[in-house]
């Protein structure tokens, strides 16, 4: 049967019945974010990207160009971004403890705007950058502002032509743009997220799986586990033999182990799920 907002109302009913009681660790990816108009590059029908990898940010100033004029386009949209219902659902079950945390492969830290206080940033944070020679950290709008004025002839360009649908930039107007660098000692910045290539720190990964290992249950949301960091979580929930429940629009690595699947999207049946669980009824 299917509900006004178009999820199936018995497999949600289900999913509340195994999760009644059991504080529940969430796992999210892309698809969480996707209402809240930030793209999910490896959802259904999702064009194809050319990651930018570490060693290429490291070795390469023409690659740090590159990265950074993409970026700082794409940033004021994505700065602006709010928490959609999804992450609203997490936050309200989190504060009645209906679950346990929330362990994010998202960069956008929509979490944390939306008021959840116990979320492990698996791949960093997009809103912050450090640099990697000294190690002193910067707010992504301090550096926001610097890349502005560095490049002034931004402003009266319009280069959005040279973007493409990846956030890769052509090397036409790549050559022109002024990198910044680390106020402190003149060091490299980076985002501090995680690049292809980069391992998730040890201790990131031990905060996530703690979570998980006192949690009664496991939410995935809006993610395919392509990434297999998300995968070991996944595995460790499986080997504590704790329900596990997947919602996602498409298939994913873990399906196999999942005790509910809800094809659906996130935001809608986080919702649906929040509420059956808060409202007490099955």
């Known amino acids: ?24 660790a969430v796992l999210t990816g892309a698809g969480v974010s996707t209402d809240s108009g930030i793209p999910d590059y490896r959802g259904v029908g999702a064009p194809k990207q050319h990651p930018m990898s570490f060693s290429d940010f490291l070795q390469s100033h023409r690659h740090r160009q590159r990265y950074w004029l993409g970026s700082h386009m794409g940033w004021s949209r994505f700065a602006a971004a709010e928490p959609n219902r999804g992450h609203e659902a ?36 997009l809103d912050k950058v450090r640099c990697i020679h000294c190690g002193q950290s910067f707010s992504r709008q301090s550096v926001a502002h610097t890349i502005d004025l560095l490049n002034p002839w931004l402003e009266k360009r319009d280069i959005s032509g040279h973007i ?12 022109e743009f002024v990198v910044p660098s ?26 996530a799986a703690s979570l998980i290992a006192r949690s009664e249950a496991l939410i995935i949301a809006g993610s395919s586990l ?7 979580l996944v595995n460790l929930a499986h080997r504590k ?6 919602i996602n629009r498409g298939p994913t690595k873990a399906d196999r182990l999942a005790t ?3 094809e659906a999207g996130t935001s809608e049946t986080l919702d649906a799920l929040v509420g059956g669980l808060q409202s007490g009824s099955v």
């Not at 509900?3 to 009681?21: C, N, Y």
């Not at 402190?184 to 040890?202: A, H």
């Not at 392509?226 to 070991?232: F, I, K, S």
């Open 1 to 24: 049967m299917q509900g006004m907002s178009g999820v199936a109302t018995d497999v949600v009913d289900e999913a509340v019945g195994i999760l009644r009681g059991r504080p529940a």
């Open 90 to 125: 997490i936050a309200s079950a989190e504060e009645a403890s209906l679950f346990s945390g929330v362990v994010t492969q998202n960069v956008d830290a929509l979490h944390h705007k939306a008021g959840s206080l116990r979320v492990v940033d698996l791949h960093g944070r």
């Open 164 to 175: 493409k649908p990846d956030g890769d930039v052509d090397v036409a107007v790549t050559s």
């Open 182 to 207: 680390c106020d402190m000692c003149d060091g490299v910045l980076k985002p501090e997220v995680i690049f292809f290539g980069e391992f998730v720190p040890t201790g990131v990964f031990d905060q």
């Open 226 to 232: 392509v990434v297999n960091t998300g995968m070991r």
């Open 241 to 246: 033999k704790i329900p596990i429940v997947i």
């Open 260 to 262: 509910v699947r809800i």
